[in-house]
């Protein structure tokens, strides 16, 4: 008998030879079966594959052919275990797949709520039915906005890929301190962010710029700058 045969035998002792053996999951069976302990591998192999007496299953276990019995008929109800069945079948370990699946969304979802949380209370986001929209431009890589190339480069090369690293520089001063970004920049920087929502960080900035150079805010003004 092959090691598909044997675990096809398993598997019909343990959902019954009614059931389909296209449903049975070999590697699950062989991989359930590792887990059994030794006597109750040999009494499963003496009297399932090798088709031994109770008796002499007995005497592979060195115990009588009743306690031969009782063990076999102990290890097939322990196999049929929800635990154990479910990596034995096909369809079983969809089912589970399924029901994780569905736990793991219910998770991302959840994470997703304490994300628009956190967004609220760090850069006081509105609230309401518009709020998850406007949550989702905190994931938008900096490559699907409209920055000069320089600009976007420079931001890059600095480790700012998305709008949420942007919202973190927390000064004019230290937007100042990426490479390439000069005043003009920056002020480019504050007027894009601006008009994609973000007015209060936007509104700190051009406080920052006010105080670093007036002159910056006339230019936010104009539309902002093409220079550094």
């Given at each position: 008998?092959?090691?598909?045969?044997?675990?096809?035998?398993?598997?019909?002792?343990?959902?019954?030879?009614?059931?389909?053996?296209?449903?049975?999951?070999?590697?699950?069976?062989?991989?359930?079966?590792?887990?059994?302990?030794?006597?109750?591998?040999?009494?499963?192999?003496?009297?399932?594959?090798?088709?031994?007496?109770?008796?002499?299953?007995?005497?592979?276990?060195?115990?009588?052919?009743?306690?031969?019995?009782?063990?076999?008929?102990?290890?097939?109800?322990k196999l049929r275990h929800p635990s154990r069945a479910k990596h034995m079948k096909i369809s079983l370990l969809e089912k589970d797949r399924d029901v994780y699946r569905e736990l793991y969304n219910d998770a991302l979802n959840t994470i997703y709520d304490l994300k628009v949380q956190a967004a609220q209370l760090a850069y006081r986001m509105p609230v309401g039915e518009n709020f998850k929209p406007a949550f989702a431009k905190f994931e938008i890589s900096i490559m699907e906005i409209d920055f000069?190339?320089?600009?976007?480069?420079?931001?890059?090369?600095?480790?700012?890929?998305?709008?949420?690293?942007?919202?973190?520089?927390?000064?004019?001063?230290?937007?100042?301190?990426?490479?390439?970004?000069?005043?003009?920049?920056?002020?480019?920087?504050?007027?894009?962010m601006r008009d994609l929502g973000f007015r209060e960080w936007s509104d700190n900035m051009i406080a920052g710029a006010r105080d670093y150079d007036a002159s910056l805010v006339t230019a936010l003004a104009n539309g902002g700058a093409g220079n550094a």
């Open positions: 008998m092959t090691d598909k045969q044997y675990a096809l035998l398993i598997y019909h002792n343990v959902f019954g030879y009614a059931a389909d053996p296209e449903d049975a999951n070999i590697r699950g069976i062989e991989a359930v079966l590792n887990e059994l302990s030794d006597r109750e591998r040999i009494v499963l192999e003496s009297r399932l594959r090798h088709e031994k007496t109770f008796e002499c299953v007995g005497q592979d276990i060195k115990a009588c052919k009743v306690t031969a019995g009782r063990l076999l008929t102990k290890t097939i109800v000069p190339a320089n600009i976007k480069n420079a931001l890059l090369r600095a480790g700012k890929g998305s709008v949420e690293s942007i919202l973190a520089i927390p000064t004019f001063e230290k937007i100042l301190d990426i490479d390439r970004i000069g005043s003009r920049f920056a002020i480019d920087i504050i007027k894009i």
